[in-house]
């Protein structure tokens, strides 16, 4: 979810005219301005984590505290020391901060950002790259610093998609204007919309387009492909301590959330899709909130479509829709891959650092390579939003062993690498070992290779070697070990 630039003047920008009067146009045109040369195409990569406190002596090993917002050992406080670590000032320039009624939201550098999720996951938004070995090397610098100004702190991370062990009232609540609306709304339309804001974590990443049908194709391919990078990243397997009978909890959450915001679209699918016909299914996404005065003004559940026809009265003022309400409106969708200035993939779960950059070295081999993105959307052969859905929430509970139209969906996930690999060879973007950027698929390769998900190793060692118990996964999934989890 995005942060406010610390820099951004509280400008709501000028009201934009009504459907009808130009406004439609506007809103295509500000998609259609996101178009870029393929020379100028870049890859960012966002990816968050489970914060916690390293149990002292005689508290239960098994269930470590989440890290607190508050406090000397706390998120805010440590958003503090990297805003202050001379070391990395000095590599990279300093941060900037953002905050929200006074509290230490987030932290700005050029392209990149670290900020919050609604329970304090821990997310580097990274700078968008032309090569995956820039993302990798960021990656690598980012686990580096946190390593150096947790380790002293008895401070952890680990990436998991669902955290393992708290219940939802003992995550924080990190203290924006926007996660309080949200707290408000989520248990009015699903189950699962707060463990949704507070107990899941993913890794994501955000790709370009060319023109108008390059942004079709890519969309479309990347959506129909979704449930098999579900089953590729399934990483979620326990819940308050013991296996949940999941291996993707977080994707058992997303089902239940909100069908109006999340999912696969049939709009999305749809012969005719185009610019417009997503705008036209935004505008009729409730809304959650409208930001004015530095504030987050509760709206939910209003139309936005009758916000640019008609305004909204917000402390007895007439309020009208302007560009900026347009992009924050466009922060509050969740489907399984999200259209804003840029096409951002959503069903990995989160994974430790050793195989982060596998997703966007899938995404981008798929997307970036016309015959790879023909040959994998051929995969799922026309498949529509309800066996999209259908497939998902197999893929939740069976991973690899899940079925579409009668058969497992194991081969096609090794055939979905397999074309990432081959498009990526062909993109040819080698690092110093003359290795491209296929050597970052190894771990997706490894795990079609063993036919079980990453979830299932986990649960192995739950059975075995960890005895039953998870106090083993705190260190073993560190967030700083070089070997993935």
């Known amino acids: 979810m995005s942060t406010i630039s610390p820099t951004e003047r509280d ?26 040369p393929r020379a100028r195409f870049r890859v960012g990569t966002e990816h968050e984590k489970f914060g916690f406190l390293y149990p002292a002596p005689g508290d239960d090993p098994a269930r470590p505290i989440p890290l607190p917002y508050d406090g000397s050992r706390g998120i805010e406080a440590l958003l503090q020391a990297i805003a202050a670590d001379r070391d990395d000032t000095a590599a990279h320039g300093p941060w900037t901060a953002a905050t929200d009624s006074g509290h230490t939201i987030a932290l700005f550098r050029g392209d990149a950002s670290i900020t919050l999720e609604p329970g304090g996951q821990f997310e580097l938004s990274g700078a968008p790259f032309s090569s995956l070995h820039e993302t990798q090397r960021e990656i690598d610098e980012h686990v580096t610093l946190l390593a150096r100004l947790c380790r002293p702190r008895r401070i952890g991370f680990v990436g998991l ?11 924080p609540l990190v203290p924006k204007g926007r996660y309080a609306v949200m707290t408000r709304y989520m248990p009015t339309v699903g189950k699962r919309g707060l463990d949704m804001m507070k107990r899941t ?6 790709y370009d387009w060319s023109s108008e049908a390059d942004m079709i194709a890519s969309y479309q391919t990347a959506l129909v492909v979704a449930p098999l990078v579900a089953a590729l990243f399934a990483n979620s397997p326990f819940v308050q301590g013991r296996p949940s009978g ?9 089902a239940d959330t909100d069908p109006q915001r999340a999912g696969f679209p049939a709009a999305i ?65 969740f489907p399984e891959v999200r259209l804003k200035r840029v096409l951002e993939v959503r069903s990995a779960d989160s994974t430790p650092p050793a195989r982060l950059a ?18 994998a959307r051929a995969l799922m052969d026309g ?30 996930c090794g ?3 397999h074309e990432a690999g081959a498009g990526l060879a062909r993109l040819a973007v080698k690092n110093a070992g003359g290795e491209d950027e296929g050597v970052y698929l190894r771990p997706l390769q490894d795990v079609v290779a063993s036919g079980r998900t990453f979830a299932e190793h986990l649960l192995e060692r739950y059975a075995t070697t960890w005895g039953g118990s998870l106090a083993p996964l705190w260190d073993e999934a560190a967030y700083w070990r070089t070997a993935a989890g």
Do not use: C
Request: net charge negative; aromatic share 10%; glycine share 8%.
């Open 246 to 254: 999941a291996l993707s909890e977080r994707q058992q959450v997303w």
């Open 201 to 206: 974590a993913t890794v994501q990443a955000n």
């Open 383 to 412: 498949a529509t939003a309800t066996e999209l859905a259908a497939l998902r929430a197999d893929v939740a509970v069976r991973g690899f062993a899940a079925t579409f139209r009668g058969q497992s969906i194991l081969s096609r």
């Open 415 to 417: 055939d979905l690498v």
């Open 11 to 36: 400008d709501p920008g000028e009201p934009l005219p009504p459907l009808h009067r130009g406004g439609l146009d506007r809103l295509v045109g500000w998609f259609a301005t996101a178009e870029k």
């Open 161 to 171: 998609g669902f955290q393992p062990t708290a219940t939802w009232g003992e995550m």
């Open 269 to 333: 699918l749809a012969r005719d899709f185009s610019y417009e016909r997503y705008v036209q299914w935004v505008l009729d996404v409730p809304m959650y909130f409208v930001r004015r005065d530095g504030l987050h003004h509760d709206v939910a559940g209003a139309s936005f479509r009758t916000f640019l026809a008609e305004g909204i009265d917000i402390d007895g003022a007439p309020v009208r829709a302007t560009l900026r309400d347009f992009a924050d409106h466009l922060t509050t969708l």
């Open 358 to 375: 596998a997703l966007p070295a899938l995404y981008k081999g798929l997307l970036y390579d016309e015959r790879a993105r023909d040959r």
